[in-house]
């Protein structure tokens, strides 16, 4: 059994996600989000959707994912890491380039360290598929925080998407995005509400935070059990 979630877009998928009652969160999840390209969050709620078009512009997507300085990305330092001398994104790209029907298209963010300091990323892979001239993405979380971490690790994984597609696009012209999913093993639904802005703020720079330099500090320090 399995919570399943469709939607059109990542606000969408944030609304049926917020209504708690509706799942049985001892479940995992299942979320499919068809549109990868609407920029439609809530800009109230989420302070970190001023930088939301960063994801969708590819004039601004390497900057955003190389720099050591943002905390907004996810997991950006084990996703590009490279190997002699080319990153992850390179070598998973050729593959797909190299047979287009392909189910081999995967990254994996574990390293062997992991297993032995027993903290593994809560994202654990990401497999690329071309299905119908679209490029689709499928994720696999070993946990993820409904609230913040969920919006804010989804935009990260659309502009990672998008880096895909580009390479993609140096050979086949006509691919086009297509749809994200994520499997969430264990949806965790924090009270938000409860936080004050202090603790919101920690909260928030913990989310936005855990593969860059500081932000493993940050969770070492305050998250780590």
Same mark, same amino acid.
């Given at each position: ?24 969160? *001892? ?19 989420? %302070? ?16 955003? $994912?190389?720099?050591?300085?943002? $905390?907004?990305?996810?997991? %950006? ?13 390179? !070598? ?8 287009? *029907? ?38 696999? $979380?070993? %946990? ?14 659309? %502009? ?9 696009? &140096?050979?086949? *012209? ?5 749809? !994200? ?6 949806? &965790?639904?924090?009270? $938000?509400? *409860? ?31």
């Amino acid at each position: 059994m399995i919570n399943e979630i469709n939607s059109n877009t990542l606000s969408d998928a944030i609304v049926k996600l917020e209504n708690k009652s509706q799942y049985n969160i *001892k479940l995992p999840f299942l979320i499919t989000i068809k549109d990868v390209n609407k920029r439609d969050l809530n800009k109230e709620k989420y %302070s970190f959707s001023n930088i939301t078009d960063d994801f969708f512009d590819d004039n601004k997507l390497d900057n955003r $994912w190389n720099s050591s300085k943002d $905390w907004y990305l996810s997991y %950006s330092r084990r996703l590009l890491r490279k190997i002699k001398n080319k990153t992850m994104l390179y !070598y998973a790209a050729k593959i797909l380039i190299e047979d287009k *029907k392909t189910r081999r298209c995967v990254i994996n963010t574990n390293i062997d360290q992991d297993i032995i300091n027993g903290f593994c990323p809560a994202l654990s892979l990401v497999q690329f598929k071309i299905v119908n001239n679209k490029l689709e993405m499928y994720t696999y $979380w070993r %946990s993820q925080e409904a609230i913040i971490a969920f919006p804010l690790n989804t935009l990260c994984m659309f %502009s990672y998407q998008r880096k895909m597609l580009s390479k993609i696009n &140096q050979k086949y *012209k006509n691919i086009k995005l297509g749809k !994200y999913t994520a499997f969430v093993n264990e949806m &965790q639904y924090d009270d $938000w509400c *409860k936080y004050n802005d202090i603790e919101k703020e920690k909260k928030f720079k913990f989310y936005c935070s855990i593969i860059d330099y500081r932000g493993e500090v940050e969770y070492d320090k305050n998250y780590k059990r």
